[in-house]
Structures are given as C-alpha cells and as structure tokens.
C-alpha cells in the first residue's frame, strides 16, 4: 500500500519543485495534498493523516515545529522531514526531539530528498510489520490459549484416569495440577451406574455422553470443581472442594448433589442409576483407592437396594452376628406378621433385609432363596386365617418368578412391602386410608414443590430417615417421593397453563423448575404432550 505524503511550504515554486521532480511513484509514495501555509497544513493533515510529512520549519501561522509535534502528538507512527536553513540549525536540533524524522537544509537536492524519504519508508514499513507480527503472535497466543482452555476438560479427565490407574508419580502432582487449572482442599469420588429393565448393562459411548451431559448441565450451586472420567465402564465424578468442610457438611452436599442427578437423570433419560459416593480424602494420589472403595460400593448395591445413593455403613454389622441371628430373624418375622400392624411389619423389613444381605455374603441366590422363604411365610399366614388359597391373585409359581426377576435388594423392598400391605389389608377385612405420617407427607409436597425439596429435607423435616419416608410413599401410594413431586408441581403447573396471563416459559419456573428445558421433558412424560400443546388445547376448549 502507498505511503501517503503531504507538502507544506510557503513558497510555492518549493512545493511544485518537491511534487514534481521525486519519483514517487519508485518510493511507494503518493502525494495526496499541499499547503502554502501552517494553518492550512493543520487542516489538511488533520484530514488525510498522511504517512510522511515534508514542511519548512518556518512559514506564516504554525511553523514546522507545531507541525512537526503534531504529528507526532496525533499520528505517532507518522514521518516528519524539515526543510531548514543553517541559520535555523538550533530550531531543527528541537524539532528533531519534538519527533522529526530528518532534516534538510536548503537549497534542496534531489537526490538527498530523496534518500530520506526512502529512510522513511523503510522505517514506516519495518514498524508496521513489526506491529503486524505482534499483532499475529497475540492472534496466535489468543488461539492457543482457547485451544488450551478448550482441551482442560479432556486433560483432566485422562490426568484422573492415570491417578486412579497409578500412573503418576507423587513428585509430578503440584506442576500438573497448576496447568490443569486444579485448586482443591478435600476432593470426593462419585461414580454412577445405571440400569436397565433386566438388570446392569455395559455403556456404550453416547449413553455414557448423554448421561454425562446431563449431569455436568446440572447447576453447579454447590460451588465444587467437577472432573468427569470413565474407568472399567464406571462413570467416575471427581467433585473437588474449594475450602475444608466438615464430614457431616461434605456428606450433606454430595448426597444433595447426587440425589439432584438422580431427578435428571431419571426425568431426561428415563433411567434408574446406584450412585456411590466415597469417603472426603485429602489428596489426589489416593484417588486410586476411592476408586476402589466406590467400585466395591457399586457392586454392593444389589445389597444396598434400599436407598440408590449408596455411602458406607457407619456401623456395620458382623457377618457373623448375621449368620448365627438370620434363623431368629425369621421366626420374629413369622411372629410379627401374626401380632403386628403392617406398617410396623414393613418397618423391620428394614432391619431383617440388612441382615440377609449379609448372610448372604454377595450370593444373590441365597438372596433370592430367604426372599422367595418370607414371601412364602406372608402367603401361608394369608392361608391360615383365611382358609382361601387363590385370594391373593397370584400363585405361588408366579410369585416365585417374581422375587428371581428383582434387580436388587430396593426392588426387593418395595416389592416385599407391596405384598405385605396386600396381605395385610385382605386380612384385616379392606383397604385402608393412607396413613398419618404419608398424609403429612404428601400435604407438605403439595404445599412445598415449587421449593427446592428433596428426599433427605422432608424426612427431616418430620424426623424420619429418608429409607423409611420412601417406602412408606412407595407402599401406600404406589409412587415413588420423584414422582409425588413431579406429579404435584405438573398438576400445579396445567392450571397455570389454563390460565391466560401466564406464558409458556414463565409456568416452569413457578412450579418448582430453574429450567424450562427440564420442565418441558417432565411435563411431556407425564402428561403425553408438550406444555405449548397442552395450553393451545385449552384454549380450544
């Protein structure tokens, strides 16, 4: 690109002389105005911020040297040259350090002229490629640094995968952790494992995604770092804390956080999934270990049915006090069945699963064998006193197929509760009302489920463990605590929707839902149709 040059001088047979006699044309230059005055030359340069000025340091109105500091002042990348007289020597030495280029002195030749702004163009072209390379080094640098922060993800996750693999060496954690972004006090493993309809099944890669994506999407309102990896088919979470916590305050936190995934994932995927969460350890290189504590804990969870989110036992009991207590375990089933309410009979079913689980000592079959033995003992109690031995609808082949068919120790549970309640009702004469603690339940779900509530806060709030609140929902309303408040907050939200001054995307949020990407997936499952649908239809009706 020519360099842009503009003449100033006030005589003009000196003007005509610059303009007419340099080739400019060989130096990459254009002449793009000239004055005859300081004045006017303020303006011109002002409009056409010239690359290279040529002035006379003395002319009517603004002499060079205003011009020249100008120049500089407004176009600092800009080349000034003086015309001067020897007389005006001392004048030029203070132009020079005003920010002139170079200096003429009259009476001009061509050739010298000419050799400075060819000076001049090489230095304005060397700065500008200077500029240009610095500006493509910071284009470049900027590219990789989002190159870089684009990458952290996957780097973390393969750093983790080579923790819990023991392939990093204690020495190499700090400069690692530095460029991987990663600052923690006290770090947790959570890893997820979903079902199917007919049992534990092997992810394939965009099962593993979707489920990821949905729960690295959940907000992180707990303030943790969050790490996603895979190992063995395990979905690993590293959930880093920013600050020490106390046990009881990382455990409450990692048990809302999982039962928060528990919701999305079961809402968004339509999967049920055992979550193990690993005890609060100090550093990154015992990561291998809580991989091994959560893997044992997911292979519990056949055992450990009663609740999804699995954590250890605080006290667990003996195996051996299990194996010696198991036969009495049952005679005081067999006893309470006779003497007790079936609410009271469901809540030592608790207690007595506990203990076949460990008496089975991980045989699923022994399992099965002492389930298959208590659903027979609720069948015969049945017969005994009522002398009816098809009331119950179902036979003793059937029943059987059912408890062999059972994922694990919670669908056992419910199932085991659903059977005593029936046995329990036809017994004594019909169903029942709902009971007063599943009454007070679900009051407070219906008045609460536009709050963030959960399992674990309404059991406390009525001074329950959240395994007991759940199987008495499950058992007397045949829902799940999920389903209750999702079932509460959609009902809430179809009257809104019938409801004309309320938008589409506005109901999600009154109802319980910070998403309306979530809401519209819970709606749509429960009710068949999208909430737009649902509300174009009502205003047809």
Same mark, same amino acid.
């Given at each position: 690109?020519?360099?842009?040059?503009?003449?100033?001088?006030?005589?003009?047979?000196?003007?005509?002389?610059?303009?007419?006699?340099?080739?400019?044309?060989?130096?990459?230059?254009?002449?793009?105005?000239?004055?005859?005055? /300081?004045?006017?030359?303020?303006?011109?340069?002002?409009?056409?911020?010239?690359?290279?000025?040529?002035?006379?340091?003395?002319?009517?109105?603004?002499?060079?040297?205003?011009?020249?500091?100008?120049?500089?002042?407004?176009?600092?990348?800009?080349?000034?040259?003086?015309?001067?007289?020897?007389?005006?020597?001392?004048?030029?030495?203070?132009?020079?350090? *005003?920010?002139?280029?170079?200096?003429?002195?009259?009476?001009?030749?061509?050739?010298?002229?000419?050799?400075?702004?060819?000076?001049?163009?090489?230095?304005?072209?060397?700065?500008?490629?200077?500029?240009?390379?610095?500006?493509?080094?910071?284009?470049?640098?900027?590219?990789?640094?989002?190159?870089?922060?684009?990458?952290?993800?996957?780097?973390?996750?393969?750093?983790?995968?080579?923790?819990?693999?023991?392939?990093?060496?204690?020495?190499?954690?700090?400069?690692?952790?530095?460029?991987?972004?990663?600052?923690? +006090?006290?770090?947790?493993?959570?890893?997820?494992?979903?079902?199917?309809?007919? /049992?534990?099944?092997?992810?394939?890669?965009?099962?593993?995604?979707?489920?990821?994506?949905?729960?690295?999407?959940?907000?992180?309102?707990?303030?943790?770092?969050?790490?996603?990896?895979?190992?063995?088919?395990?979905? *690993?979470?590293?959930?880093?804390?920013?600050?020490?916590?106390?046990?009881?305050?990382?455990?409450?936190?990692?048990?809302?956080?999982?039962?928060?995934?528990?919701?999305?994932?079961?809402?968004?995927?339509?999967?049920?999934?055992?979550?193990?969460?690993?005890?609060?350890?100090?550093?990154?290189?015992?990561?291998?270990?809580?991989?091994?504590?959560?893997?044992?804990?997911?292979?519990?969870?056949?055992?450990? /049915?009663?609740?999804?989110?699995?954590?250890?036992?605080?006290?667990?009991?003996?195996?051996? +006090?299990?194996?010696?207590?198991?036969?009495?375990?049952?005679?005081?089933?067999?006893?309470?069945?006779?003497?007790?309410?079936?609410?009271?009979?469901?809540?030592?079913?608790?207690?007595?699963?506990?203990?076949?689980?460990?008496?089975?000592?991980?045989?699923?079959?022994?399992?099965?064998?002492?389930?298959?033995?208590?659903?027979?003992?609720?069948?015969?109690?049945?017969?005994?006193?009522?002398?009816?031995?098809?009331?119950?609808?179902?036979?003793?082949?059937?029943?059987?197929?059912?408890?062999?068919? *059972?994922?694990?120790?919670?669908?056992? +549970?419910?199932? *085991?509760?659903?059977?005593?309640?029936?046995?329990?009702?036809?017994?004594?004469? /019909?169903?029942?009302?709902?009971?007063?603690?599943?009454?007070?339940?679900?009051?407070?779900?219906?008045?609460?489920?536009?709050?963030?509530?959960?399992?674990?806060?309404?059991?406390?709030?009525?001074?329950?463990?959240?395994?007991?609140?759940?199987?008495?929902?499950?058992?007397?309303?045949?829902?799940?605590?999920?389903?209750?408040?999702?079932?509460? =907050?959609?009902?809430?939200?179809?009257?809104?929707? =019938?409801?004309?001054?309320?938008?589409?995307?506005?109901?999600?949020?009154?109802?319980?839902?910070?998403?309306?990407?979530?809401?519209?997936?819970?709606?749509?499952?429960?009710?068949?149709?999208?909430?737009?649908?649902?509300?174009?239809?009502?205003?047809?009706?």
């Amino acid at each position: 690109m020519k360099k842009k040059v503009i003449v100033i001088d006030d005589k003009p047979l000196i003007v005509r002389s610059i303009v007419q006699t340099i080739d400019w044309e060989r130096l990459g230059c254009e002449v793009i105005g000239q004055a005859e005055d /300081g004045e006017e030359g303020e303006r011109l340069i002002l409009d056409m911020q010239p690359d290279i000025l040529i002035t006379d340091i003395r002319m009517p109105g603004h002499d060079g040297l205003y011009l020249s500091e100008l120049m500089h002042s407004r176009f600092p990348r800009s080349k000034t040259i003086l015309i001067t007289g020897y007389q005006e020597f001392e004048y030029a030495q203070r132009a020079v350090r *005003l920010g002139a280029f170079d200096l003429i002195v009259k009476p001009l030749r061509n050739d010298e002229l000419y050799r400075v702004v060819e000076a001049a163009v090489r230095e304005i072209e060397a700065t500008r490629s200077e500029k240009h390379a610095v500006e493509q080094l910071s284009r470049d640098y900027s590219d990789l640094e989002q190159l870089h922060t684009n990458s952290l993800p996957a780097l973390r996750s393969k750093w983790m995968t080579d923790l819990i693999r023991r392939k990093v060496e204690e020495a190499d954690l700090p400069a690692a952790q530095r460029e991987l972004g990663i600052q923690y +006090s006290r770090f947790s493993l959570i890893a997820i494992k979903p079902y199917s309809n007919g /049992g534990e099944e092997s992810l394939t890669s965009a099962h593993r995604e979707r489920i990821v994506q949905t729960v690295m999407a959940a907000p992180e309102k707990e303030e943790l770092q969050i790490i996603d990896t895979v190992w063995n088919d395990e979905l *690993l979470f590293v959930c880093l804390f920013p600050r020490i916590p106390t046990t009881r305050e990382a455990r409450m936190k990692l048990q809302t956080i999982a039962s928060d995934w528990l919701e999305r994932i079961r809402c968004l995927n339509g999967e049920r999934c055992h979550i193990a969460i690993g005890h609060l350890r100090k550093s990154l290189k015992e990561l291998g270990e809580a991989y091994s504590e959560v893997k044992a804990l997911l292979e519990s969870g056949f055992f450990r /049915g009663e609740e999804e989110i699995l954590l250890h036992e605080a006290n667990p009991v003996s195996r051996e +006090s299990g194996k010696f207590a198991i036969m009495h375990d049952l005679e005081n089933f067999n006893r309470m069945l006779e003497q007790s309410s079936g609410e009271e009979v469901i809540s030592y079913l608790e207690r007595f699963l506990e203990q076949i689980r460990m008496y089975s000592e991980g045989n699923i079959l022994v399992v099965k064998g002492l389930l298959s033995e208590v659903c027979l003992s609720t069948a015969r109690y049945y017969f005994r006193l009522t002398g009816n031995e098809f009331g119950l609808g179902k036979s003793i082949d059937q029943m059987l197929d059912d408890v062999f068919r *059972l994922n694990s120790l919670k669908e056992a +549970s419910d199932y *085991l509760a659903g059977w005593i309640t029936i046995v329990k009702r036809k017994v004594e004469g /019909g169903d029942k009302e709902y009971s007063l603690m599943v009454k007070k339940a679900v009051d407070y779900i219906n008045t609460h489920f536009s709050e963030t509530i959960n399992l674990t806060s309404v059991a406390q709030h009525f001074g329950i463990s959240p395994s007991y609140l759940s199987r008495l929902l499950r058992t007397e309303t045949g829902i799940n605590f999920v389903d209750l408040v999702a079932k509460a =907050r959609i009902e809430a939200a179809k009257r809104l929707l =019938r409801d004309p001054k309320y938008k589409v995307n506005e109901v999600g949020e009154l109802v319980g839902y910070k998403e309306y990407a979530y809401f519209y997936q819970v709606f749509k499952r429960i009710e068949g149709q999208s909430p737009k649908e649902f509300k174009n239809r009502s205003k047809e009706t």
